[in-house]
Each structure stands twice: as structure tokens, then as C-alpha cells.
């Protein structure tokens, strides 16, 4: 998703791209294995694309809303 709406990004500079990513990103918990797996990849991914896309003027950010909900 993130490459199919990079150029549509490009051409609405300056933008912002948002990427749900969930806390099991960070403490999986049994039986979610290939969840929580998807989420570390998505978080890992999401901060590769900011540092390849900051040049272009597009903000690319992640959301975790359980952090939101625990406070």
C-alpha cells in the first residue's frame, strides 16, 4: 500500500502517510506468532519508507492506538 500511494503523495507535497501499527509489534504474546509478526515487519517497514521519503517532503508516520487506549 505504502508504494501504490507514494506517488499520489508525491504529486501532494507536503504530505503525510499513517500506518496502523499494534503493540504486539512490540510484545507478542502466544498463539498471535504470524500477527505479531506482521506488525514488527509493518513498524520495521514504516521507518525504512520515512528515511527514503523525508527528501520528498512526505511524513510518514505510525499510529499504535492500544497506547492510546492505556493512558
Do not use: D
Not at 509478526?37 to 521507518?47: D, R
Not at 527514503?52 to 499510529?63: D, F, N, W
Amino acid at each position: 500500500m505504502m508504494r501504490a500511494f507514494a506517488p499520489i503523495l508525491r504529486k501532494n507535497k507536503p504530505s503525510k502517510m499513517i500506518n496502523i501499527v499494534s503493540i504486539a509489534a512490540y510484545s507478542p504474546l502466544p498463539s498471535i506468532a504470524g500477527y505479531a509478526a506482521s506488525k514488527a515487519a509493518l513498524f520495521s517497514a514504516t521507518q525504512s519508507v520515512r528515511i527514503e521519503l523525508a527528501r520528498e517532503e512526505i511524513a510518514v508516520l505510525r499510529s499504535i492506538p492500544e497506547q492510546l487506549i492505556r493512558i
